[in-house]
């Protein structure tokens, strides 16, 4: 990976890779990969290698960093030192928007369109970049976004209701707690109230391409039980169906014909849908890109077994190829 310096952080680098493809196309869209809390931007390179083997024409740049504190940056956000902040809770989601900005201003200056791909807390990100830098994202992939208004332990039973019991919640807010620190969350609430609001604007007036995807619940039960010992009756009496709610609203950020109007399972996905399933991840975004540069194409996207995508269409654009520049 690369370092670039941020002009308003020259003294933090933040880890980066381009891939661009070899036509330098200045018209190429660019695909940003915006990590969630836990994984790193390697955990993006099975579904770009599946991208990279694609047959269709859409050969996008593609851009993967690491936030602060994150991955190979290994520099701290200067914002944490700053005076009156609390510990640990210096950057925000202000903050990382305002960062991701930078990044792109510094890598591919010519004022791209971008296709912004977000898993978990990664799809605030993405959603208030959108809303903060209209008709700039073309497209937008959320995958799996945590539920930005209400905490994980909001959704589950009150303890003073007669029908509580104790057994079913015991230590589950410890366990989940100290897992979410590494970004100051404390004003997602404030920020994003409702997954239907604010709307984004795309280019040419209209709202950006979206699709949401969601984890498979099955799955993620077994996942957060595994991990943090959150019983599945939590799981599937309180937690999935507020956050099977809360990915329905979030269609609603674009136009009912800039959405495919459901939500998707990742089948066999639980959280990380990126690592457990790429070619799903990959298979939905070269959906996204045909939607967006294929208006007016009759097209089937296709699998090749299991390493391979593509797109049939009724006409043939030119091809490219990728090459890595940074």
Partial sequence: MSFAILPSKPQAPIAYKLVENQNNNPD????????????PSLSWNPTIALLQQSTSSVKPNIL????Y???????????????????????????????LHELIQITVPTNPKLLLVAASIGVHIARTYAHKYP??????????????NAEATDLWPNPHTP???????????????????????????KLL????????????????????????????????????????????????PTWQKYNE???????????????????GCGHFIQKDNP???ATQLEDLLSRIYFRGFRFQILTFGPNKIGVKLNAKPPTTDYKEIK
């Fill in 193 to 240: 109230p409702n997954p239907s609001s604010p709307k984004l604007q795309g280019l040419n007036g209209k709202g950006p391409w979206l699709k949401i995807v969601g984890h498979d619940p099955d799955r993620f039960a077994e996942e957060m039980w595994r991990m943090l010992k959150i019983p599945r009756s939590i799981n599937r009496k309180y937690t999935q």
């Fill in 135 to 148: 008709a700039t994202v073309e497209g937008l992939l959320f995958l799996d976004s945590n539920i930005g």
């Fill in 249 to 267: 609203g979030l269609l609603n950020l674009t136009g009912a014909d800039r959405s495919v109007n459901e939500v998707l399972i990742a089948p």
């Fill in 28 to 39: 190429s869209p660019l695909i940003v990969f915006i990590n969630g809390l836990v994984l």
């Fill in 69 to 99: 504190g994150q991955g190979a940056t290994t520099s701290q956000d200067p914002a944490d030192n700053i005076p009156g902040k609390d510990p640990g809770y210096g950057h925000d989601l202000n903050d990382a928007v305002n960062d």
């Fill in 163 to 189: 029908d509580f019991i104790e057994s079913d919640v015991w230590e589950m807010t410890v366990r989940w707690s100290n897992t979410l620190k590494r970004l100051d969350r404390r004003n997602v609430l």
């Fill in 279 to 281: 070619q799903f991840v």
């Fill in 64 to 67: 993967t960093y690491d936030r």
